[in-house]
């Protein structure tokens, strides 16, 4: 099992940056394919892209390339998310989460199939 804890997030301005984290401890880091995710009250959670820690393959929503990229440290246990040029419209609660199962692709396109989940770290894209 891994538990996983998110951190970076905060109050930006439109056109600004944020980096986001997630740590993990637990399991071994290679076991999971790690990915980052978004909610906004009232909608369903959105994956926005992921990472297999054993080779770095990655999975990214389409409309999620270009702003977002992530990136994994297996030395920290780390898998982090660079976001650039923010919109008030990504604003949400950001979540990153695991599987050891699953491929990066399914749990983008169907994130309540992924077992493990952190707290989530707001992120306010203002005006």
């Known amino acids: 099992e891994v538990q996983l804890v998110e951190s970076g997030g905060g109050l930006v301005q439109a056109g600004g940056s944020l980096k986001l984290s997630c740590t993990a401890s637990g399991s071994p880091f290679e076991t999971y394919v790690i990915g980052w995710f978004r909610q906004v009250p009232g909608k369903e959670r959105e994956g926005i892209s992921c990472i297999r820690t054993s080779d770095g393959h990655i999975y990214s929503r389409e409309s999620m390339k270009g702003r977002f990229t992530i990136s994994s440290d297996n030395a920290k246990k780390t898998v982090s998310l660079q976001m650039n040029s923010l919109k008030p419209e990504d604003t949400a609660v950001y979540y990153c989460?695991?599987?050891?199962?699953?491929?990066?692709?399914?749990?983008?396109?169907?994130?309540?199939?992924?077992?493990?989940w952190g707290q989530g770290t707001q992120v306010t894209v203002s005006s």
């Open positions: 989460g695991a599987d050891a199962l699953l491929q990066c692709r399914t749990i983008v396109i169907e994130p309540d199939l992924a077992d493990y």
